[in-house]
């Protein structure tokens, strides 16, 4: 008997998890596996941001935090917004919440009626649009291409709006292409969506820090749609603080109560301990933490390269983040003799047993034509990577 409800019967499992997982489970099992499944920087969270954690606990912050966070956060956010991205959102338009995963969820919940429609172009990170669903909303998706450099265009946007739309979401930089939006992209986009007060947008910003090029520009910035956007940023990325599961939003004061009224319900508050480490990272300037995008650069590059050595896929040059997203249907068709490969996510599974290297399928990021690299780790442990896929891509004939 399936006792459990249609709403978690009907949801997926994180595609990016699962394949951490399994690469976990296949490593305990002795398997020599190279994750570059999961975006997750490797570094140690920086020793001023764990001292300012250890210091919290030694002075007793352990009781229940205002539930939108500490006043001294939101004020290091609020400081944070105008010093690096030059936005005015009072600490009373902030929430803090358990992560950037969190704070989408918050506001989509908040936002999306059941039937009510969000524009997504993809490829798009993987929760998306499966926390849309659990809203009762309906996604609805607009197709890019590595052309394009995965972005839609204002055009497409505008052909996308029914009188059901009610959000837009996408992230700049963005996961999994690495794409990012120029100021004039952004321009164009909002001046499509500033006609239609009903919808709104949400803007996942968790990767600003993580950019090889240009300035980050953030839709907020237009001040004739800014009450309708929704920054969604966080700690996990450019801070090296995955665990700590901290995220925030900027927002109109309106969707900021909502969001803290939801969070009452769910969470209450994030943890003590990592608002107050947040606090140390936030209120830093970011310059202090700048080697580990130097470090992500220089990835960046030593993939394309080795990636460049391999023939068959395609891909753009990512201009942030830490992932490629090779379109490898080159690949289709093809066959080692054992498998053939009808579609990207044959392609994972085939590198997974026969490079023992864990991807993802970008049928996750509804783009079925590629697939995930995760450049987060050591030039060492990429080189093996690639080296492996080379060899186990050559058998496909
Ligand atoms: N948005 C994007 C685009 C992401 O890649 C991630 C990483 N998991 C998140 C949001 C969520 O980040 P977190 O919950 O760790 O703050
Ligand atoms: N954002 C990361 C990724 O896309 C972490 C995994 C997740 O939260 O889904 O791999």
Same mark, same amino acid.
């Given at each position: 008997?399936?006792?459990?409800?249609?709403?978690?019967?009907?949801?997926?499992?994180?595609?990016?998890?699962?394949?951490?997982?399994? &690469?976990?489970?296949?490593?305990?099992?002795?398997?020599?596996?190279?994750?570059?499944?999961?975006? !997750?920087?490797?570094?140690?969270?920086?020793?001023?941001?764990?001292?300012?954690?250890?210091?919290?606990?030694?002075?007793?912050?352990?009781?229940?935090?205002?539930?939108?966070?500490?006043?001294?956060?939101?004020?290091?956010?609020?400081?944070?917004?105008?010093?690096?991205?030059?936005?005015?959102? /009072?600490?009373?338009?902030?929430?803090?919440?358990?992560?950037?995963?969190?704070?989408?969820?918050?506001?989509? +919940? &908040?936002?999306?009626?059941?039937? !009510?429609?969000?524009?997504?172009?993809?490829?798009?990170?993987? $929760?998306?649009?499966?926390?849309?669903?659990?809203?009762?909303?309906?996604?609805?998706?607009?197709?890019?291409?590595?052309?394009?450099?995965?972005?839609?265009? /204002?055009?497409?946007?505008?052909?996308?709006? %029914?009188?059901?739309?009610?959000?837009? +979401?996408?992230?700049?930089?963005?996961?999994?292409?690495?794409?990012?939006? $120029?100021?004039?992209? @952004?321009?164009?986009?909002?001046? #499509?969506?500033?006609?239609?007060?009903?919808?709104?947008?949400?803007?996942?910003?968790? *990767?600003?820090?993580?950019?090889?090029?240009?300035?980050?520009?953030?839709?907020?910035?237009?001040?004739?749609?800014?009450?309708? #956007?929704?920054?969604?940023?966080?700690?996990?990325?450019? *801070?090296?603080? %995955?665990?700590?599961?901290?995220?925030?939003?900027? /927002?109109? =004061?309106?969707?900021?109560?909502?969001?803290?009224? +939801?969070?009452?319900?769910?969470?209450?508050?994030?943890? &003590?301990?990592?608002?107050?480490?947040?606090?140390?990272?936030?209120?830093?300037?970011?310059? !202090?933490?700048?080697?580990?995008?130097?470090?992500?650069?220089?990835?960046?590059? @030593?993939?394309?390269?080795?990636?460049?050595?391999?023939?068959?896929?395609?891909?753009?040059?990512?201009?942030?983040?830490?992932?490629?997203?090779?379109?490898?249907?080159?690949?289709?068709?093809? &066959?080692?003799?054992?498998?053939?490969?009808?579609?990207?996510?044959? @392609?994972? +599974?085939?590198?997974?047993?026969?490079?023992? #290297?864990?991807?993802?399928?970008?049928?996750?990021?509804?783009?079925?034509?590629?697939?995930?690299?995760?450049?987060?780790?050591?030039?060492?442990? @990429?080189?093996?990577?690639?080296?492996?896929?080379?060899?186990?891509?050559? =058998?496909?004939?």
């Amino acid at each position: 008997m399936n006792y459990l409800s249609q709403r978690i019967n009907e949801l997926e499992e994180s595609a990016t998890i699962a394949m951490a997982r399994l &690469s976990r489970e296949l490593q305990e099992q002795g398997h020599d596996i190279i994750n570059l499944s999961l975006g !997750e920087p490797d570094f140690v969270t920086p020793q001023d941001i764990r001292e300012a954690a250890k210091k919290a606990i030694d002075d007793g912050f352990t009781f229940y935090p205002p539930i939108a966070g500490y006043a001294d956060l939101r004020k290091a956010i609020s400081e944070k917004f105008k010093r690096e991205n030059n936005l005015d959102y /009072a600490p009373d338009q902030i929430v803090v919440s358990t992560g950037a995963k969190q704070s989408i969820a918050n506001v989509v +919940m &908040s936002l999306v009626n059941p039937g !009510e429609e969000v524009i997504i172009p993809t490829p798009y990170w993987v $929760s998306y649009s499966q926390i849309i669903k659990l809203a009762g909303g309906v996604p609805v998706f607009i197709n890019t291409s590595i052309e394009t450099d995965f972005k839609p265009t /204002a055009e497409q946007i505008k052909n996308a709006i %029914t009188p059901k739309t009610k959000l837009l +979401m996408f992230s700049s930089p963005c996961n999994p292409t690495g794409s990012m939006y $120029s100021k004039e992209e @952004l321009q164009s986009i909002a001046e #499509v969506i500033a006609p239609h007060p009903q919808i709104f947008i949400l803007s996942d910003e968790i *990767y600003e820090h993580i950019r090889f090029e240009g300035t980050h520009e953030s839709i907020a910035q237009f001040d004739f749609i800014k009450e309708r #956007v929704i920054i969604v940023n966080g700690v996990s990325k450019g *801070y090296a603080m %995955t665990g700590w599961r901290i995220g925030y939003i900027g /927002a109109s =004061k309106e969707i900021a109560k909502a969001c803290d009224k +939801m969070q009452g319900q769910f969470t209450s508050a994030a943890s &003590s301990i990592a608002q107050k480490a947040a606090v140390k990272a936030i209120s830093t300037d970011w310059s !202090e933490y700048e080697y580990m995008r130097d470090l992500f650069l220089k990835r960046r590059n @030593l993939v394309l390269d080795l990636m460049s050595q391999i023939p068959g896929w395609k891909f753009n040059k990512p201009k942030g983040a830490f992932y490629v997203f090779p379109d490898v249907t080159y690949f289709f068709g093809k &066959s080692d003799g054992e498998t053939t490969i009808k579609t990207a996510s044959d @392609l994972c +599974m085939y590198l997974l047993k026969e490079a023992k #290297v864990s991807l993802v399928t970008g049928e996750a990021f509804g783009d079925d034509r590629c697939i995930r690299i995760s450049y987060a780790t050591s030039e060492e442990i @990429l080189t093996e990577a690639l080296t492996r896929i080379k060899s186990a891509l050559a =058998k496909l004939q």
